[in-house]
């Protein structure tokens, strides 16, 4: 058991299709990989804090029994790999926190989120919940009640968010797989400061029944991972239409697992400026740069009314937020972090007027953005301004001007995601002398595809990588 235990080891600081491989070949066991997982759980966490809930007793249950499963076990794309989810994503048993203190006196959830229930229907073992931002409401998951989670490649700094713990999680090498909720940019944003991949699908593509809500109008749910394969193999296990979610849209699973190797003749690829290009330092300017290059892509485009994009998308999670959380806001508003509460509060007052509004300006502005598609298959930006900021850092400079970090490292994933495009954020090394930073490879409507397509091309030539951090 003790090679055994070695080699499973191994098989974690890999990917997730290699882990099932070897669990399917009988090289190694589901039991062991999960062992080797809770082990570097236990190793590291003190240090990352991505875990709000290790789950031994019940992953160990569960890989036990996969091993028991004989020639079944050989259908399973995702036997045996360790997964965790963001705290908001209910686990049977357990509270469904939302990175709050006031869902700690919540009932325990009856169920697992669907999603949950679909990757484990693939093979995958569950071994917890991670850290995030409170209610989903920022980008560092500096989380007051949980304390902050670090970034695994330099622990003196923000892991992003909201899903911070989701992609910390898979940077550090402690699962596989990992899902998150982005709103505003809650993937996308933690994916490119810890330096893994990160897939925002369609708005409406995967349903999102029995997780707690931010702001159902923008809310997604998604994958965190260390190879855009393992992308691919997850996002397909959890496809499928879900009467639970009224947001959910009535299309049937379309595999991308196979289309993977399809790589980029014929593609017509654009580099947005404009916002993207202000809004972002030379190290996120490079990065993108990097990845255009490795794409052969063609000029640069500005996105028509993306400013005023995103200033509806801020109204409407402001209102929208608050009026999910409008009876404790009333009841016990001193149990909130204080910043959550007070733009709670903010979107509470905001008149009906203006969010009528804004809502408009979104359906505008994705008519007009619908229109760049008709030109391009795939558009590259940004995913942060910047690299990782240190734990505690209030602001940064960007173009000459000085921006508070919480609610600016969405500057460039805000717009995307208000009008629910596809998009894969990877990870790009080597233009910070030690810390990464991530670029949007962005599709149009329902195209995950391409976006998969295109990180895939791109990974294989080197230009984008995830390693595990080294602990």
């Known amino acids: 058991m003790s090679a055994l235990l070695t080699d499973a080891g191994e098989l974690l600081r890999g990917d997730a299709a290699g882990m099932a491989a070897a669990v399917r070949s009988g090289h190694s066991t589901a039991t062991a990989l999960v062992e080797?997982?809770?082990?570097?759980?236990?190793?590291?966490?003190?240090?990352?804090?991505?875990?709000?809930?290790?789950?031994?007793?019940?992953?160990?249950?569960?890989?036990?029994?996969?091993?028991?499963?004989?020639?079944?076990?050989?259908?399973?794309?995702?036997?045996?790999?360790?997964?965790?989810?963001?705290?908001?994503?209910?686990?049977?048993?357990?509270?469904?926190?939302?990175?709050?203190?006031?869902?700690?006196?919540?009932?325990?959830?009856?169920?697992?989120?669907?999603?949950?229930?679909?990757?484990?229907?693939?093979?995958?073992?569950?071994?917890?919940?991670?850290?995030?931002?409170e209610y989903a409401y920022g980008f560092t998951t500096e989380n007051s009640h949980q304390g902050p989670c670090r970034n695994p490649h330099d622990t003196d700094r923000i892991a992003g968010g909201s899903s911070g713990g989701s992609a910390a999680a898979v940077a550090a090498g402690q699962v596989a797989l990992a899902l998150g909720s982005d709103t505003n940019g809650s993937i996308r944003v933690p994916a490119s400061l810890c330096g893994v991949f990160g897939l925002k699908p369609t708005f409406g593509r995967l349903p999102r029944s029995r997780t707690y809500p931010f702001v159902s109008s923008l809310d997604h749910l998604g994958p965190f991972a260390r190879s855009v394969r393992d992308l691919a193999l997850s996002y397909d296990a959890m496809q499928g239409y879900d009467a639970g979610d009224p947001g959910c849209a009535r299309r049937s699973p379309q595999p991308v697992v196979p289309l993977l190797d399809g790589g980029i003749d014929g593609l017509r690829i654009g580099v947005l400026g404009g916002w993207f290009h202000e809004q972002a330092n030379a190290d996120a300017r490079s990065a993108v740069a990097r990845v255009a290059q490795a794409l052969h892509a063609g000029p640069t485009i500005e996105l028509p009314l993306v400013e005023a994009g995103r200033a509806a998308a801020f109204l409407i999670t402001n209102a929208e937020g608050a009026a999910l959380h409008l009876p404790d806001l009333r009841r016990r508003a001193a149990d909130f972090e204080p910043l959550s509460r007070d733009r709670f509060l903010a979107g509470a007052l905001l008149p009906a007027a203006w969010v009528a509004r804004a809502q408009r300006v979104r359906q505008k502005y994705a008519q007009a953005v619908a229109g760049v598609f008709d030109r391009y298959d795939i558009l590259l930006a940004p995913s942060t301004p910047c690299t990782a900021t240190t734990i505690g850092q209030e602001t940064f400079e960007i173009g000459g001007r000085t921006l508070p970090v919480r609610p600016n490292m969405g500057l460039l994933t805000q717009p995307i995601?208000?009008?629910?495009?596809?998009?894969?954020?990877?990870?790009?090394?080597?233009?910070?002398?030690?810390?990464?930073?991530?670029?949007?490879?962005?599709?149009?409507?329902?195209?995950?595809?391409?976006?998969?397509?295109?990180a895939a091309f791109l990974e294989q030539a080197g230009a984008v990588r995830a390693p595990v951090a080294p602990l």
């Open 36 to 133: 080797a997982s809770l082990a570097r759980i236990a190793a590291t966490d003190g240090r990352v804090n991505a875990f709000t809930a290790v789950l031994q007793e019940r992953a160990l249950a569960r890989a036990w029994a996969l091993d028991r499963t004989g020639a079944e076990r050989q259908k399973l794309p995702l036997a045996g790999v360790p997964i965790a989810v963001k705290n908001l994503f209910d686990i049977q048993g357990l509270a469904t926190l939302a990175g709050s203190k006031i869902e700690r006196e919540a009932e325990p959830a009856a169920e697992d989120a669907l999603l949950v229930e679909r990757l484990e229907a693939a093979g995958a073992v569950l071994v917890g919940a991670l850290n995030m931002d």
């Open 417 to 454: 995601s208000c009008i629910g495009l596809p998009v894969c954020a990877v990870p790009v090394w080597g233009v910070h002398d030690r810390l990464p930073i991530g670029v949007q490879v962005i599709g149009a409507p329902w195209r995950e595809d391409l976006v998969l397509r295109v």
